[in-house]
């Protein structure tokens, strides 16, 4: 499942930039078997951390052989150390679903 999966766009049907920044950096750091990134930023609406032009909010799902023997605490670090420049410019929130490839 590299890439989107049918459904796994940004709202709007295009991945924005945002996301494909994370995308890019994922693979590059990562080389995973399966990667779905999901905007879901609209459900989000008047709450804290929405901005105008959604990407603010994102569901990632990543399976790695990189996350193999790593809890699932050092998983979250590992990717959230990864993604801090967009965290702390743009991204408000990740929901993160990591697997390694022997499984989660």
Known sequence: MRGNDAGE???GGAEGPWARRMREKL????NPSELAIVDESEGHRGHGGYREGGETHFRVHVRSAAFDGK???QRQRM???LLKPEMEARVHA???SLAGE???
């Open 9 to 11: 766009q940004a709202e």
């Open 27 to 30: 693979v590059a750091e990562f």
């Open 71 to 73: 809890s699932r605490v």
């Open 79 to 81: 990717v959230m150390s």
């Open 94 to 96: 990740l929901s993160l």
């Open 102 to 104: 022997a499984g989660p």
